[in-house]
Nanobody, 122 residues
Framework: QVQLVESGGGLVQAGGSLRLSCAAS????????MGWFRQAPGKEREFVAA????????DFSDSVKGRFTISRDDVKNTVYLYLNNLKPEDTAVYFC???????????????WGQGTQVTVSS
């Protein structure tokens, strides 16, 4: 059974930083691209970032480019999202997902976690 478990969310002031983690089990982690998505209340889930199987390619949404970074550790089967210079509009539930790189860019990840809440106060 595939499980993706996010952690690291919380309440932070604007301008602050967080590191989100997503631990994967039940799948061959290195065979999957990984991605992060977020969903704010009343809004659709949106793509945030993705990292390829090798880690050699990453993509970010325009709204987080230059502020967020993504990395993966294939020994720990974990993908990370580093959130810097946070803004109130970054407030959302953040989800990680596994799939092919193309699927993730199309918001069609195969596996999904349950999400972790990030709240940014002004």
């Amino acid at each position: 059974q595939v499980q993706l478990v996010e952690s690291g969310g919380g309440l932070v002031q604007a301008g602050g930083s967080l590191r989100l983690s997503c631990a994967a089990s039940g799948l061959t982690f290195s065979d999957h691209a990984m991605g992060w998505f977020r969903q704010a209340p009343g809004k659709e889930r949106e793509f945030v970032a993705a990292i390829s199987r090798s880690g050699g390619r990453t993509d970010f949404s325009d709204s987080v480019k230059g502020r967020f970074t993504i990395s993966r550790d294939d020994v720990k089967n974990t993908v990370y999202l580093y959130l810097n210079n946070l803004k109130p509009e970054d407030t959302a539930v953040y989800f990680c997902s596994a799939g092919t790189y193309g699927e993730l860019l199309l918001r069609r990840g195969v596996y999904w976690g349950q999400g972790t809440q990030v709240t940014v106060s002004s």
